[in-house]
Every structure is written in structure tokens, then in C-alpha cells.
């Protein structure tokens, strides 16, 4: 296919979109001719390694150029499925080109309202893998993630990872994992600003998802939490979480509770208490908390000793720990 071909399927798509958005009503025949253009369009640009072909970044770089790329992420939902997984592709293979970075972030900060689409596709049940596989991606490049962590954007996640639909709460935790804890110098930067400026927010939010009834949720956010704490960037978000009483009474909770089903919430909430003790400069009220405990606590620590779970030397190291601290 010629440059000059496509050239004009890119023009007659463009055409196309602009009579799909000037109709009271999708028309038929111009959904059709958006499909195949589309189609086309993904077979011109779905090359093995995008950054060593020239062909395909001139392709790439007109749709960007045409605004292509948002036209039809926002009529997607009246595309057919076929057609909606070309969409995710082309949009897949313009994020992850290298050439492309400057040109598809500055793409992005024109036009922020890209981002909105995709975070609403947790509003579309039927398509709400496909515009997360397109979010998770741009989240890759920094300058999306800052866009949508400082902005009202990010508090939207709280709302979707408890969504009734197990699909849409699951793939909303894995991106929401990903946006807090991707291991990028910049990405973990951005991540401990973040936490720094909206840490009040962010815990009242976080503590919902912690005391949730549903053990998924519960679980999933336990093991967040652990992920976001452990963070060296993240020590001084760290501290001040580990410096709440109404924290550590939680991770108590979660820690010792019976249920055999729930040995997973034990788990991960070990993971999250074990920093309590660990801190070497408790405050005097963390300190009388975990005395208060200590009995319950040790008893439940040695009973995960031979769960068959392995926890490493942390376990017998915060059991020796909790030991010193005077009876009550």
C-alpha cells in the first residue's frame, strides 16, 4: 500500500467521522465506511517493530496529525467488536513507539480530554478491557499519569474498584496498581507528590476499600497498600500512615480475625502491619496499642508460623519484637 493510499483512507475515514458527527443519528452506511477505513487503516499500521519502520510512523504520525486517533476512540462504542479491537491496537502501537513518545504525549496534553474518555470506560460494561488496555498504556508515559493523578480523575478509581461487577472492579485495581506503584524513576516520583499533597484525601478514600465487605476488595487493597508503603520514595507517606492508632486497630483487625476462608486478608494485612512494629521510633500511643494486644497478637503470629504460608525471618522477628514489649 502507498503512502498516497493511505493518504486516502485516512482522509475518506476523516470524512466519514465528521458525517457520523454531523447526523442526528449514526447512519448505517457511515458506520460501515468508518469500519473498513479503520481495518485498513490497522493493516497499514500494524508493523512488528514500529520504531525501525518508516512506513508505518508516517502512518501513525498522519493519524495523530488528522486527529484521528481521538475521533475514533470516542465513537468506538459504535463500531463492531472487530473494528473496536483495531482501535485498541492502533492505539497500542502508537504508545509504545519510542519515535513517537513526544509526539503522542503533547497529543495527549492537547487534548486531555483523551484521558476522560478512556477513565469512562468504566462506565461501558461491555468495552471495559479494551479502554483499560488503552489507559494501562498511557499510563506507561509519565506525562499521562501526572495528568491524571493531579487532577479530579484519579478519585474516580475509588468508585470503580467496588463496583458490583467483578470485571470492572478487577481491571480497575490493575490500574490502578499500576498508576501507584509502576516501578519508573519519574512514575515514582510524580506517585510520592502525590501522596505528599493529597494524603488526608487519599487515606479517608483508602480506609473505605479496607473495610469493605467483599473479600476481593479487601484483599486487593491490603496488597496495595503494602506495594505503595514499601516504596523508598514513598517513606514520609509511610511514617505518617504507620503514626495512626485508627491504622494499626485495622491492620489488628484484619490480622487476627478467625475466618478460615479469609487466610488471605491475614496475609496481606501482615504485610502492612509488620511496618507498625518495625518502626523504630513508634509514637507513645502506637507503642500502648500494641501492648494492649500484644497477647492476641503473638498468639496469632505463631498460629501463622504453621499456616504452611512463608513469611521469611519477619515473622519470628516481630514476634520477638512484640515479646519485648512490657505485659499489660
Known amino acids: 500500500m502507498s503512502s498516497s493510499d493511505i493518504s486516502q483512507i485516512i482522509d475518506a475515514l476523516v470524512a466519514a467521522i465528521e458525517r457520523l458527527e454531523t447526523s442526528t443519528e449514526p447512519n448505517a452506511r457511515d458506520v460501515k465506511d468508518c469500519e473498513a477505513a479503520i481495518q485498513k487503516m490497522f493493516e497499514a499500521a500494524n508493523a512488528n517493530d514500529v520504531d525501525k519502520d518508516e512506513k508505518t510512523q508516517k502512518v501513525l504520525f498522519e493519524i495523530i496529525e488528522k486527529g484521528v486517533l481521538k475521533s475514533i476512540l470516542y465513537h468506538m462504542p459504535e463500531f463492531n ?3 473496536r479491537q483495531s482501535i485498541k491496537h492502533i492505539w497500542l502501537i502508537s504508545l509504545k513507539s519510542e519515535k513517537l513518545k513526544n509526539t503522542i ?3 495527549i496534553r492537547e487534548n486531555p480530554e483523551i484521558l476522560i474518555l478512556l477513565i469512562r470506560g468504566y462506565t461501558k460494561e461491555e468495552m471495559i478491557q479494551t479502554y483499560g488496555d488503552i489507559l494501562r498504556f498511557c499510563i506507561k508515559h509519565s506525562s499521562m499519569l501526572y495528568l491524571i493523578l493531579f487532577s479530579p480523575l484519579v478519585w474516580q478509581f475509588f468508585q470503580f474498584v467496588t463496583a458490583d461487577a ?5 481491571d480497575a485495581f490493575k490500574t490502578f496498581k499500576m498508576m501507584l506503584t509502576r516501578s519508573n524513576p519519574t512514575h515514582k516520583k510524580h506517585v510520592s ?8 484525601m487519599f487515606f479517608s478514600k483508602f480506609r473505605i476499600l479496607l473495610t469493605d465487605d467483599r473479600y476481593h476488595v479487601k484483599r486487593q487493597s491490603l496488597r496495595l497498600l503494602s506495594e505503595v508503603l514499601q516504596a523508598r520514595e514513598n517513606f514520609k507517606t509511610m511514617v505518617a500512615f504507620i503514626s495512626d492508632e485508627q491504622n494499626l486497630e485495622l491492620m489488628i483487625k484484619h490480622l487476627c480475625q478467625t475466618e478460615v476462608q479469609k487466610k488471605g486478608i491475614k496475609s496481606e494485612a501482615f504485610h502492612v502491619f509488620k511496618f507498625f512494629v518495625a518502626n523504630p521510633r513508634k509514637p507513645r500511643f502506637i507503642v500502648e496499642c500494641l501492648t494492649k494486644h500484644k497477647a492476641r497478637l503473638i498468639d496469632t503470629l505463631k498460629a501463622m508460623e504453621k499456616d504452611g504460608t512463608d513469611y521469611g525471618r519477619e515473622l519470628p522477628l516481630l514476634i520477638q519484637r512484640l515479646s519485648e514489649l512490657p505485659d499489660v
Open 166 to 170: 467483578y470485571e470492572k472492579s478487577s
Open 105 to 107: 504525549d503533547d497529543y
Open 193 to 200: 507528590k502525590f501522596l505528599k499533597e493529597n494524603f488526608k
Open 81 to 83: 467488536p472487530r473494528t
